[in-house]
């Protein structure tokens, strides 16, 4: 693995650079505020004005057809500039994916354009009830429809992540309920407007509509909306949860940013926190750890490998390394990370970026998922046991 990148790759980060520091808006209000969400809104065309929204793309629909290399720069480049969380993340880093791979033509066209320009916001419906790690225990039907040359979905989601602002939505439905529990599923995508669909926002910690519950109740939805094959989302679906437990959802750049703003933090701080040092050293040392794994991961993939299950070992990974720095984080601030709003110490992003890493641990399959497939597809341990 060489970490010496050629002329054009330079000039690619130059670039972006560039182009970052002369228009990225900083940290916005949150995406899961109907202010907010606007704001995140406006902020998705203005980089898709620039194809910036996403670098990885063919060109025709708004890429710069980057390569794995030029992504992950882009990524560095954009969370050192501050830019904010991206609100299209689920259906550009998740969703888009399994379009290139799966979709039709007729579809690719269809969602691609206005999921890069940020028209089209997408939110993730897998998780139900008695669903969530184990998504084959799904429950959520979907009957044929001949006549209208489609199916009827029913049934309910939960933890849906941004679909209270969201304006589309993509999941899995048991379409043959006398199938194994993997098989017999469709994958679906369908607009949260559509008839019978009703959206329950759920609060957060910090208050926030971030996630919602959703409702089917006799919702029709066209053959034209089948991802892959009928009875095929098993294999469609594992191909968006590589994608989203392994390499694509957690660039090293995001990171890298808050870890060096931890080092500011502390060199703002340290005199009143001085016990403070060595888990502020072991945070920056994490990121970079992470940042040179993930290089060697692209190296990699472009010589033809696959994240396969060390995506497990990443995401375990990533989502630990997110509590601890942000843990950190709160203990410099000491009795003021409790303060909220403009007035507060950087905003109160500590606190508000330390409530989010609280969920790594949860999405993108629990980390106790991830510890059993590490053990058993990496290890070659036995199962473990189910507690009662």
Not at 60 to 74: K, M, Q, S
Not at 152 to 169: C, E, H, I, M, Y
Not at 235 to 240: L, P
Request: net charge negative; no cysteine.
């Amino acid at each position: 693995m060489s970490l010496d990148f050629t002329e054009h790759e330079e000039a690619f980060r130059a670039e972006a650079r560039t182009w970052l520091a002369e228009n990225s808006p900083g940290r916005l209000p949150s995406m899961d505020t109907t202010e907010g969400a606007a704001a995140h809104r406006v902020w998705e065309q203005q980089l898709a004005s620039g194809r910036w929204s996403v670098v990885a793309w063919p060109q025709e629909f708004g890429g710069r057809e980057a390569t794995l290399t030029e992504w992950v720069i882009f990524e560095e480049e954009y969370y050192l500039s501050g830019a904010p969380t991206r609100i299209t993340q689920n259906g550009i880093s998740l969703l888009a994916p399994i379009i290139f791979e799966h979709g039709t033509p007729e579809q690719q066209q269809r969602y691609l354009p206005t999921m890069a320009d940020g028209t089209d916001v997408w939110a993730q419906a897998w998780s139900e009830p008695e669903a969530g790690s184990d998504l084959a225990g799904i429950r959520s039907t979907a009957t044929r429809d001949d006549s209208r040359g489609g199916w009827v979905l029913n049934g309910q989601k939960t933890w849906s992540s941004r679909a209270p602002f969201a304006d589309r939505g993509f999941g899995l439905f048991r379409s043959d309920p006398t199938a194994e529990r993997h098989r017999g599923l469709t994958y679906f995508l369908f607009p949260l407007t559509a008839d019978g669909i009703t959206v329950r926002p759920i609060p957060q910690l910090d208050g926030d509509p971030g996630f919602a519950e959703i409702f089917f109740d006799d919702v029709f939805v066209p053959d034209a909306d089948v991802l892959g094959g009928a009875g095929d989302g098993w294999r469609v679906a594992m191909s968006t949860a590589g994608n989203e437990r392994g390499l694509s959802l957690r660039a090293p750049g995001r990171f890298m940013a808050a870890a060096d703003q931890l080092v500011d933090l502390w060199r703002e701080r340290g005199d009143e926190a001085p016990t403070m040092r060595d888990a502020v050293v072991d945070a920056w040392i994490g990121a970079r750890a992470y940042q040179f794994y993930t290089w060697g991961t692209v190296d990699r993939l472009q010589d033809g490998g696959d994240m396969g299950a060390a995506g497990s070992v990443n995401k375990l990974f990533w989502s630990d390394l997110d509590v601890g720095l942000h843990e950190t984080g709160l203990a410099l601030l000491g009795a003021e990370q409790e303060l909220r709003g403009e007035d507060a110490p950087h905003g109160g992003r500590w606190m508000d970026d330390y409530l989010f890493s609280l969920a790594g641990p949860i999405y993108a399959g629990t980390n106790e998922i991830q510890r059993n497939i590490v053990a058993e597809r990496i290890l070659g341990l036995p199962r473990g046991e189910k507690r009662s």
